[in-house]
């Protein structure tokens, strides 16, 4: 595995992240606790040693799966938690209707309120079983509270030691330069893969100029670049990809079109005797501008097959075939 320093911090992150959005079940079609925990033990022993989560994964649930995983190995482990989007509350910006786990009607809001960030950092420190997350992340940006307030609550948590570094997810330059104003962000995690690559024209630049790093969600297209996920896959109604709302690609003549540009890169995978989905992360963390990219992990299989994607070393021209094969496809 590769480690990269995250942003001006002294936290050094491996290149390949260990996603635990699935490991709470909410739009994945149900958890498995026992195989989440092996899941994150592989993925640790294999240096995947960043854990990437946030309360709204299963609304706690993937905080308290990571916290049972981590006992006895807390000085192994890297935490990233993330605070924002609220499931118990109606203040902030109303996001979406949802349902819980036992398929209860939900309202998301989202909500940076410094009372309700200090709050939802309590509880993460709870859910997880430590003193300190080491890097503490906005997860969308809430239109109804000022960054100038956001970015006080989230300082007074560093100073205090219960946050490590301070990082955003989804903002804009423009965002994350009223951020510096008050103080250092370390990262901001986009969404960025083969697929989805709208940040090389303002989130990388900007990052690369201010030193912020980036981690990119999504990296695989929610499975699709593995290309595991074949044209008569069906997905149950609670899995995200049942439908076209939070991604298109999983649309029939969308994934058809994926599919067919993973066919014009197997040749650069099988001569490098890798998966295509372990090709499709080293071209994530080869772009210029990335530290590292999240990867889900379910169970221990794909925590080892992931992995591996952190030692991988494709040529330049080969990683230009790769982005090539992408770069015109949008989705109908």
């Not at 100038?148 to 330069?177: H, W, Y």
């Not at 379910?298 to 090539?324: D, F, H, M, T, Y």
Request: charged letters at 25%.
């Amino acid at each position: 595995m590769q480690y990269r320093q995250l942003g001006k911090s002294g936290i050094k992150v491996p290149t390949v992240i260990a996603g635990a959005w699935a490991m709470g079940g909410w739009c994945w079609g149900g958890s498995d606790e026992a195989a989440a925990i092996e899941a994150i033990h592989a993925a640790i022993d294999e240096g995947m040693n960043c854990i990437d989560t946030a309360p709204a994964y299963g609304f706690g649930l993937s905080e308290e799966i990571i916290g049972k995983a981590i006992q006895g190995r807390r000085d192994q482990v890297i935490i990233a938690t993330k605070c924002g989007l609220r499931w118990d509350s109606e203040e902030g910006e109303f996001f979406f209707d949802a349902q819980d786990n036992a398929g209860s009607p939900l309202k998301i809001y989202k909500n940076l309120k410094p009372a309700g960030i200090i709050q939802e950092c309590e509880d993460s420190l709870k859910r997880l079983g430590v003193d300190t997350i080491d890097l503490y992340q906005c997860h969308w940006p809430d239109k109804t509270t000022p960054l100038e307030d956001t970015m006080p609550a989230l300082l007074k948590l560093q100073e205090q030691g219960k946050i490590r570094a301070i990082g955003v997810s989804n903002f804009t330059p423009e965002m994350m330069e009223t951020c510096l104003g008050f103080g250092r962000i370390e990262s901001d995690q986009p969404k960025y893969n083969l697929l989805s690559r709208g940040i090389e024209k303002d989130v990388l630049p900007f990052c690369r100029k201010k030193q912020i790093g980036v981690i990119t969600y999504s990296s695989l297209e929610l499975g699709l670049l593995t290309g595991k996920v074949t044209m008569d896959r069906v997905f149950p109604q609670d899995d995200i990809r049942a439908t076209g709302d939070y991604t298109p690609w999983f649309l029939p003549q969308n994934r058809k079109k994926a599919l067919d540009a993973l066919e014009k890169i197997k040749p650069i995978a099988e001569d490098h005797g890798i998966t295509l989905g372990q090709l499709a992360i080293a071209w994530v963390i080869a772009q210029p501008g990335v530290t590292s990219a999240i990867v889900g992990v379910r169970n221990p299989q794909q925590a080892k097959e992931n992995a591996k994607a952190g030692n991988v070393q494709i040529p330049e021209s080969e990683l230009a075939q790769v982005g090539k094969a992408f770069e015109d496809l949008q989705p109908e």
